[in-house]
């Protein structure tokens, strides 16, 4: 009975599967391109075009089309087979749609805001759509390099902690709070350090530094995590071979371990960058909102291209298009900022990678 | 030519109480000419157990290392030979968990004394691992000098050029690679790197040197060099070798020493030890003949 309901192939006992042929090497390219054409044609026949639309029935007649082709010519499991990579590649596209628009959104709307002056000046009296926003990423800059300057050192010591020294319950303890530490609103971490230098420094105090102060709230556990991942994957065999030539720990360490982890380090060190550079509410709280140039943290407000973005669409004052075009110009710089971090960590981790076997 | 290097260089800070019992030893010095003998320090245990937290892996293992001679440690997989040989050095305690009871002595001196440093103790017993280990991010010439840079030792130039290339000639791998001291060490073939790791080893003179499988990763070319390499190091080291391989337990140690266990699950014990061509002809238990000759149980 049980036997009977199972299908076997006719004429072959040994249940190979047989195809006639295969597509021609361009067949899935030509499919998925023959149907957006046609569904184009339709489309504009029909008056209805868009590329949106065209998109969508180009991609499901594309299925159709492809799966219909391919078991015609090849069998049921290739078929099967093109019509799941033809599903897999869309889900791919689909995700990828949110982030190119974006981009090309920020370009769109970031490239007319863009000028000598928008990178030199500062905003200083800036009246009927003049000034710049050189000061806002001067900001940007020194506030991040002085989180950096804060984050790197603790956060590299807490994940050789981790990873090297600590062990039992200590050690599970501070990985929870570092763990609870990532889900840190970024605002709780704008207050805090607003609280904190408002002990010393009186109420309503803005500094550049407070700023720092925030953004290592929240990039210290960043920096943590990935430099503990990434010690993890420093082979024992290393440690041991130095161990094995008389090397105290400490140098062990020093000299071998984070030499052999450098290039990952630097690339966890660079997401970290990227992830705080843009953030907006803590330093709302904490560096304030100026107009003028200021390259001392330690002294006066301090401007950063986030806030900078928020407040010329907050109060575009008279000339509205053009604060728009500001804002979006700030956006475009900051994103042109973090992709800069992320080919530069890419380039260092190229450079000194270490084969580890 | 090798006269600069002779010269023990000194590590200035934490070497204790074995730096002392050394300095004034006839060791500082040393004959110059690479095949000359010199005398090389004993090893013995006394009653050594060795766990991993709760599970007892090697049991009262007394015996004697002797010094300018190679001895074999062989036995199944898993009777604790690897983890009895990592205790002289001190190297087991590094694991998590692990613990070490009884004695274990260099020319008389405890090694687990509590006064004793161990990373001392590690310098002067060498190690060397079952897959070859150079440093990645060091180059050939680094990972020779490793030991020297790594200890903070203050050399010359001049004198670590000629610890490096001293080193690398009794390892047999000055001629593959003079020309390329300034290669990452990772671009040798396993063989060389292995021999590159024994040139390591050596280059910070240690008393004693453990061999941990040497050569499982090698091919029978480079093991054979590999061998005859151990042969002319213990004219100047206490050498202890861990080995799977019984034919290489034969042709290259002088004393074979045997480890077994009842079951998995009990600790290991070493169950007899004596001179290679006794234990590999004529041995004294029946469980070590079954095990040289390829029967079990």
């Known amino acids: 009975m049980e036997s009977a309901s199972r299908p076997i192939h006719a004429g072959s006992g040994l249940n190979l599967e047989r195809s006639g042929g295969s597509l021609p090497p361009w067949g899935a390219w030509g499919a998925v391109g023959g149907s957006a054409a046609v569904a184009a044609a339709i489309l504009i026949a029909t008056g209805a075009f868009t590329v949106a639309l065209t998109l969508v029935f180009g991609t499901l007649l594309a299925a159709i089309v492809l799966y219909a082709w391919s078991r015609a010519v090849e069998g049921p499991r290739r078929a099967k087979d093109r019509l799941m990579t033809l599903v897999i590649a869309a889900a791919f596209g689909l995700a990828m749609i949110p982030l190119l628009s974006l981009i090309f959104e920020v370009a769109k709307r970031g490239i007319p805001g863009l000028s000598w002056e928008f990178f030199t000046a500062d905003a200083r009296g800036a009246i009927g759509g003049s000034g710049g926003a050189s000061h806002a990423i001067v900001g940007t800059l020194v506030i991040t390099a002085v989180a950096t300057l804060i984050s790197v050192p603790i956060g590299i010591m807490g994940a050789i902690y981790l990873n090297e020294y600590g062990e039992g319950p200590l050690r599970r303890a501070l990985t929870f709070f570092v763990d609870v530490m990532t889900g840190i609103p970024s605002i709780v971490a704008g207050l805090f350090a607003y609280a904190l230098f408002e002990i010393f420094l009186g109420p309503g105090i803005r500094l550049g530094v407070m700023g720092s102060v925030a953004l290592s709230v929240l990039m210290i556990p960043i920096v943590i995590r990935s430099a503990e991942e990434i010690l993890k994957i420093v082979p024992d065999h290393l440690r041991e071979a130095a161990y094995a030539l008389g090397t105290p720990k400490w140098k062990t360490i020093t000299k071998v371990v984070l030499p052999t982890a450098f290039a990952g380090l630097v690339t966890g060190v660079m997401i970290a960058i990227a992830r705080i550079v843009g953030e907006t509410a803590p330093l709302l709280v904490t560096t304030g909102v100026v107009d003028s140039m200021n390259t001392d943290p330690f002294n006066g407000r301090m401007q950063n291209l986030a806030v900078y973005a928020y407040n010329e669409y907050r109060s575009p004052g008279v000339m509205k298009q053009v604060a728009y075009d500001k804002a979006w110009a700030a956006a475009l710089t900051l994103i042109a900022i973090v992709m800069i971090l992320n080919i530069a960590a890419r380039l260092v981790y190229r450079r000194y990678k270490t084969e580890i076997r | ?297």
Request: proline residues 6%; glycine residues 8%.
């Open chain 2, 1 to 297: 030519m090798l006269g600069s290097g002779t010269k023990r260089p000194e590590a200035p800070e934490k070497r204790g109480e074995m730096t002392h019992a050394r300095a004034s030893g006839a060791t500082s010095t040393e004959p110059v000419t690479a095949s000359a003998g010199k005398p090389a320090k004993t090893i013995e245990t006394r009653g050594v157990n060795l766990f991993y937290g709760d599970f007892h892996a090697v049991e009262e293992v007394t015996m004697t290392i002797e010094p300018n001679k190679v001895t074999a440690l062989i036995g199944s997989s898993g009777c604790g030979k690897t983890t009895f040989l990592r205790s002289l050095n001190r190297m087991h305690e590094l694991t998590p968990g692990a613990r070490v009871e009884g004695a274990v002595t260099l020319d008389g001196e405890d090694v687990y004394d509590s006064r004793v440093d161990p990373v001392a103790v590690r310098r002067l017993i060498g190690m060397v691992f079952q897959q070859p280990n150079p440093f990645p991010t060091m180059s050939i010439y680094d990972n020779v000098a490793a030991g020297l840079n790594l200890n903070s030792t203050k050399v010359s130039k001049a004198q670590k050029d000629s610890v490096v290339e001293r080193s690398l000639r009794r390892a047999h791998l000055w001629d593959e690679v003079k020309d390329r001291l300034d290669k990452p060490g990772g671009s040798l073939s396993g063989g060389q790197q292995q021999r590159l790791c024994i040139a390591r080893a050596i280059a910070v003179e240690p008393e004693v040197l453990l061999m941990d499988e040497p050569c499982s990763a090698l091919d029978p070319v480079a093991t054979l060099a590999v061998e005859d390499l151990i042969g002319e190091l213990k004219n100047r080291y206490t050498i202890a070798i861990v080995t799977h391989n019984m034919q290489q337990a034969s042709r290259a140690s002088d004393v074979t020493a045997f480890f077994n266990l009842d079951e998995t699950g009990k600790p290991g014990h070493l169950v007899e030890m004596g001179p290679t061509q006794e234990i590999f002809t004529n041995p004294k238990q029946k469980e070590t003949e079954d095990y040289v000759s390829g029967r079990f149980g």
